[in-house]
T-cell receptor
Framework: NAGVTQTPKFQVLKTGQSMTLQCAQD?????MYWYRQDPGMGLRLIYY???????DKGEVPNGYNVSRLNKREFSLRLESAAPSQTSVYFC?????????????FGSGTRLTVV | DAKTTQPNSMESNEEEPVHLPCNHS???????IHWYRQLPSQGPEYVIH???SNVNNRMASLAIAEDRKSSTLILHRATLRDAAVYYC????????FGKGTRLHILP
């Protein structure tokens, strides 16, 4: 079972470059989320999509944009990468935004901005 | 989103039970208590969740205080593979992570 798939797994960018992190889930989940994790820190929510066609800001949305392409896919775009965006990015999905529903996480994208 | 308080780190001996505490004094009546763990170099994985009653699954047990202001994740027999960061979370319409408890298992 694939679950949540993130691509790429590793990426090095130069300051000012742009890129899109891809996330896809095959569990027919309605809600999807993007988090970042910095060394020694917990995860911080960047953006989320409670259902297809909706997106909302999380705790740290500045410098990022998202697109809920369809029910399966939720992408995260960095328009002009900065060294402060060096982090590990995790995508997650849940059946619904309901409080009883747990999350399934991808394995992460390790991004370095030089 | 209501916050949780967990110890920064804990140690336990292998093959012994582990009790990981969590305080959530501002919990609302509709918040579910979720626990996740993150193994080294991996994404978080769901462990267990509950609302009011104690819960058991193949991974762990969750004991919830009667006033719901605290809970305890119980690993019945810790192994070296249980060494991870454990996050206690109050599940609203999205999950906000704290820093969790880093669990060290001593062989």
């Amino acid at each position: 079972n694939a679950g949540v798939t993130q691509t790429p797994k590793f990426q090095v960018l130069k300051t000012g470059q742009s890129m899109t992190l891809q996330c896809a889930q095959d569990m027919n989940h309605n809600s999807m989320y993007w988090y970042r994790q910095d060394p020694g820190m917990g995860l911080r929510l960047i953006y989320y999509s409670a259902s297809e066609g909706t997106t909302d800001k999380g705790e740290v949305p500045n410098g990022y944009n998202v697109s809920r392409l369809n029910k399966r896919e939720f992408s995260l775009r960095l328009e002009s990468a900065a060294p402060s965006q060096t982090s590990v990015y995790f995508c997650a999905s849940s059946e619904a935004p309901d409080r009883v529903c747990g999350y399934t996480f991808g394995s992460g994208t390790r991004l370095t901005v030089v | 989103d209501a916050k949780t308080t967990q110890p920064n780190s804990m140690e336990s001996n292998e093959e012994e039970p582990v009790h990981l505490p969590c305080n959530h004094s501002t919990i609302s009546g509709t918040d579910y208590i979720h626990w996740y763990r993150q193994l080294p170099s991996q994404g978080p994985e769901y462990v267990i969740h509950g609302l009011t009653s104690n819960v058991n699954n193949r991974m762990a047990s969750l004991a919830i205080a009667e006033d719901r202001k605290s809970s305890t994740l119980i690993l019945h027999r810790a192994t070296l593979r249980d060494a991870a960061v454990y996050y206690c979370i109050l599940r609203g319409d999205k999950i906000i992570f704290g820093k969790g408890t880093r669990l060290h298992i001593l062989p």
